[in-house]
């Protein structure tokens, strides 16, 4: 059984800096498509950013949807088995719950944007940006 935790939202002033964490449990970290998506109110599932790596670092590829790229980065520290979304300069539209998301199987970071690309969710982080 994979579980993802996420942490690190809040309300911050927009031009703000934030980083969200997701640690990974029950599964192998080594090689691993995650995603970040989000949702505002009233409002889908929003591709924000994915990952895509193989182990021992052959393969590693990022993808960020066309709102938050230069804005938002990802990264990962095998270690503790968990994936970061550092996301800066931050705008009142970027307020939303965001929720990290794990595939069953690997695939290229730019292949997996939709939510039904991936099995395995976690419980959401609120970010709120005031403007």
């Known amino acids: 059984q994979v579980q993802l935790v996420e942490s690190g939202g809040g309300l911050v002033q927009a031009g703000s800096s934030l980083r969200l964490s997701c640690a990974a449990s029950?599964?192998?970290?080594?090689?691993?498509?995650m995603a970040w998506f989000r949702q505002a109110p009233g409002k889908e599932h929003e591709f924000v950013a994915s990952s895509s790596w193989s182990a021992g670092n052959t393969y590693y590829d990022t993808y960020f949807a066309d709102s938050v790229k230069g804005r938002f980065t990802i990264s990962r520290d095998n270690a503790k088995k968990t994936v970061y979304l550092q996301m800066n300069t931050l705008k009142p539209e970027d307020t939303a719950v965001y929720y990290c998301?794990?595939?069953?199987?690997?695939?290229?970071?730019?292949?997996?944007?939709?939510?039904?690309?991936?099995?395995?969710w976690g419980q959401g982080t609120q970010v709120t940006v005031s403007s």
């Open positions: 029950g599964r192998t970290f080594s090689s691993a498509t």
């Open positions: 998301a794990a595939r069953g199987s690997w695939l290229r970071a730019n292949l997996a944007l939709r939510p039904n690309d991936y099995d395995y």
